[in-house]
T-cell receptor, first 111, second 113 residues
Framework: DQQVKQNSPSLSVQEGRISILNCDYTNSMFDYFLWYKKYPAEGPTFLISISSIKDKNEDGRFTVFLNKSAKHLSLHIVPSQPGDSAVYFC??????????FGEGTQLTVNP | NAGVTQTPKFQVLKTGQSMTLQCAQDMNHEYMSWYRQDPGMGLRLIHYSVGAGITDQGEVPNGYNVSRSTTEDFPLRLLSAAPSQTSVYFCATQLAGLTDTQYFGPGTRLTVL
């Protein structure tokens, strides 16, 4: 039972354009959501998070949107840069520290 | 300050062999976790520890053992390796209760023949 799903295994965008990565979840108890970024041969690194009491959180070029009624969150990267090419994991937590991860989306930003 | 270190980086085992994946941290974090990453499956939690002497099972614990005798170390033991355990293994640490301060090690790529 995949409680956190990233339905797009890959996404390709042009440099300077917007990248939108999507994530859906089924567990209504999830109250904290995170995005991690992973380069090849490295561990994931924390990117941005959002609490269920908010619907938007921004950090520089990265914005996460949360739609609780649709159980959907998205990560927007504007403008996209070639260095953003990586695998992005969505993760969720229900009141504690155990994270449930999605399958990941490979983002490729073309120069 | 090394953060989270994992050894070895790569390992090839034969079916039935046992081995220990090492994880060490110097950040004095209470929480430590082990994940495996498989294509199309994301990161799945194997075991975790909320402090020295305390461990618990995650989503996919079968075939793995852990112990936490010190804050710094959290080894993962494969008792009798199987091809299904071929994966990339990540150790992670975090301040207890603060989900977004989770730090991952560089990973161990394990192949079981």
């Amino acid at each position: 039972d995949q409680q956190v799903k990233q339905n797009s295994p890959s996404l390709s965008v042009q440099e300077g354009r917007i990248s939108i990565l999507n994530c859906d979840y089924t567990n209504s108890m999830f109250d904290y959501f995170l995005w991690y970024k992973k380069y090849p041969a490295e561990g994931p690194t924390f990117l941005i998070s959002i609490s269920s009491i908010k619907d938007k959180n921004e950090d520089g070029r990265f914005t996460v949107f949360l739609n609780k009624s649709a159980k959907h969150l998205s990560l927007h990267i504007v403008p996209s840069q070639p260095g953003d090419s990586a695998v992005y994991f969505c993760a969720a937590s229900a009141g504690g520290s155990r994270l449930t991860f999605g399958e990941g989306t490979q983002l490729t930003v073309n120069p | 300050n090394a953060g989270v270190t994992q050894t070895p980086k790569f390992q090839v085992l034969k079916t039935g062999q046992s081995m220990t994946l090492q994880c060490a941290q110097d950040m004095n974090h209470e929480y430590m976790s082990w994940y495996r990453q498989d294509p199309g499956m994301g990161l799945r939690l194997i075991h975790y520890s909320v402090g020295a002497g305390i461990t618990d099972q995650g989503e996919v614990p079968n075939g793995y053992n852990v112990s936490r005798s010190t804050t710094e170390d959290f080894p993962l033991r494969l008792l009798s390796a199987a091809p299904s355990q071929t994966s990339v293994y990540f150790c992670a640490t975090q301040l207890a209760g603060l989900t977004d301060t989770q730090y991952f090690g560089p990973g161990t790529r394990l192949t079981v023949l």
